[in-house]
């Protein structure tokens, strides 16, 4: 009994730590696992073991092949045919989110949405429907295709690898087919017909062809020559004001030096075109002795060269942004890369941007060298929302890729491999034939999940172990009591889907699978309809931004805030649930 508390306590502590968001969840992981060994709950030897779990090496090796399909422009391919849809908003809704859930049965939700996003700001755009209609559809659309196949979302490796120690056999690729495929077509066409109702019409980034009104921001600056910053750099320029601001191009004659590097020394006459709120540039000119010149309007002419782009994009849930700012990251110093504009619920920032602190969701405007751009959005954990912009100069590889994906299927769905091995030969493949770069091979893992998967794994064998499964299984039963079984796999189902809102959706399916081993041995029942259950729980929160990256994704373009969700994730989440529950029953009886 004493563990049992114990463990209780780890898992609790851990899940307050979660949702309070003060430090990552993998570091929150981790913390647990080493209270957990130190209490004596997790045996030394098993420490460790979860990192060598064959379902983290498989979520790792379907991260690298879902990096490599959006690399070579497998996904761009199939977003290319959206614009073929016409200009009608319904039709636009029904062919992004069913090719959104189709790609997310075979590639990772995230990458999918990267790819997608972009496009459906772009038919929003020539359409008369606004993008917030259709994002927030098209990010519950990818969760739902990852409940199709075995490789569509990690809840989904983790239980199949659980049944494999329950039983000694694991699920197939297509095993999840007939429950996820039912879930995903009723989960469609119910967003079909009711999102327009439940989904808030935003006025965001979408209403325009011009998501941010730079040009609001950006001002002229006559450098005369009796003015002492003469032969002085622009970082000397800079560190006169005390106040944020970013030089974005320079003229010089009938030169237009673009993103001019810190170094770039000032001379008398030339013009600099000064991003800044109005008492920024005030102090500007009262500091330096820089006139105003406005002979002409300024517009988006003067922030994109060949070589320099301005790019959007999002910052992640895992983002190495969160929480600091553009000063503090010196992204202009280190990488000469200028934050332009920041949006945060799809309403543009105040100007003072330098001291901004980035949250998940946020959209920034950045400027820089396209290749700067590229390495700093994969560095730090941003999704580019700017259509092909991070692949420029890239070949395209698109048979290959697919031939070698669909082999790997293939030797795992006809069980010559298993699905780690399958994978893990895929993804080095993807590496040998240098559809993806070496180098983006470790940046592309999304090491936080890795982590998390690796330390609570332990976490469920202990609370397995030590009978808290089993006390909390028994208490489900008697709540239950004396009603028909299907009580209890939708109370298993409904504690899942409450738990994977606010923790991520693998370590809801890694803590909650013991209890439904445990309520499907205290039946004498098949474990496989509590494990679907545990499954399709896990994978498919509705109901918050932070229960998967999907949802923070579109919530910047979107200009959602967090009380959106709910509004079509609740009636959701209620169909689902009258959905699959008898589905599952029917394709995995309790006497299997």
């Known amino acids: 009994m004493v563990d049992q508390i114990l463990i209780g306590v780890i898992i609790i502590g851990a899940l307050v730590l979660f949702v309070w968001e003060k430090w990552r969840y993998d570091i929150v992981a981790m913390m647990a696992l080493m209270a957990a060994a ?25 991260l690298v092949i879902s990096h490599a399909l959006w690399r070579s422009g497998v996904v761009d391919e199939l977003a290319v ?48 429907g606004h993008a917030s209609r259709v994002l927030m559809p098209m990010a519950f659309g990818s969760l739902l295709g990852g409940t199709i196949t075995m490789i569509g979302t990690p809840p989904n490796i983790i239980i199949a690898d659980l049944r494999r120690e329950a039983l000694g056999e694991s699920y197939g690729i297509f095993d999840f087919t007939p429950v996820g495929l039912s879930v995903a ?32 921001y950006l001002t ?65 000119i009262d500091v330096t002795g820089l006139e105003l010149n406005a002979e002409e309007e300024i517009d988006d002419r003067f922030l994109i060269s060949d070589e320099i782009q301005v790019i959007e994009g999002i910052v992640g849930q895992d983002s190495r942004l969160i929480g600091r700012s553009a000063s503090d990251m010196r992204l202009r110093h280190r990488f ?28 920034l405007l950045l400027q820089g060298d396209k290749e700067i751009l590229s390495d700093v959005f994969r560095r730090f954990g941003c999704f580019p929302l700017a259509q092909r912009s991070m692949r420029i100069g890239g070949e395209k590889k698109i048979l290959l890729p697919l031939l070698i994906f669909a082999t790997a299927i293939g030797l795992s769905a006809f069980n010559i491999l298993s699905v780690p091995v399958a994978f893990t030969l895929a993804a080095g493949a993807m590496v040998l034939t240098n559809i993806m770069p070496v180098r983006e091979l470790y940046e592309n893992v999304d090491w936080p999940i890795i982590i998390l998967l690796g330390a609570t794994i332990p976490l469920g064998s202990a609370l397995e172990r030590s009978g808290a499964a089993d006390s909390i299984a028994q208490g489900a039963l008697m709540v239950s009591s004396g009603a028909p079984a ?16 606010i923790v991520n959706n ?35 929160p509705f109901l918050t931004p932070i229960g998967h990256q999907s949802n923070i994704l579109v919530m910047g373009p979107g200009g959602y805030v967090f009380g959106d969700y709910w509004k079509l994730g609740l009636p959701l989440t209620m169909v689902i649930m009258a959905v699959a529950i008898p589905v599952i029953l029917w394709v995995w009886p309790l006497t299997g």
């Open 38 to 62: 130190i209490l004596g709950l997790v045996p030394r030897s098993e420490v460790f073991s979860g990192f060598g779990n064959p379902a983290v090496i498989t979520v790792a090796a379907v």
């Open 81 to 128: 045919t959206m614009k073929r849809v016409g200009d009608n908003p319904f039709s636009q809704m029904i062919a992004l989110t069913a090719l959104t859930t189709f790609c997310s049965a075979f590639i990772s939700n995230t990458g999918t949405m990267a790819i997608m996003i972009p496009v459906a700001l772009q038919l929003s755009r020539s359409g008369a």
């Open 185 to 216: 077509v009723v989960g469609l066409v119910f967003m079909w017909i009711f999102s327009r109702f439940l989904v808030p019409a935003k006025k965001s980034r979408d209403m325009s062809t011009s998501p941010y009104d730079v040009s609001a």
């Open 220 to 284: 002229e600056l006559y450098v005369p020559p009796s003015t002492s910053l003469v032969g002085e750099t622009l970082y000397e320029l800079e560190s006169r004001v005390q106040e944020n601001f970013s030089v974005v191009a320079l003229k010089r004659d009938k030169k237009l030096i673009t993103a001019p590097p810190r170094y770039q020394r000032i001379r008398a006459e030339d013009v600099l075109i000064i991003e800044a709120d109005t008492e920024t540039m005030q102090e500007i």
């Open 336 to 363: 000469g890369v200028n934050v332009l504009a920041v949006a945060r619920h799809g309403q543009a920032g105040q100007p003072k941007l330098g001291n901004i602190r980035f949250k998940p969701g946020d959209v």
């Open 486 to 501: 299907a009580v209890g796999i939708g109370l298993l189902m409904l504690v899942t889907l409450l738990l994977s809102n």
């Open 506 to 540: 693998a370590a809801a399916a890694v803590l909650m699978a013991p209890i439904g081993l445990s309520m499907a041995s205290t039946l004498g029942a098949s474990p496989d309809p509590f494990l679907m259950t545990v499954a399709i729980g896990a994978a498919l």
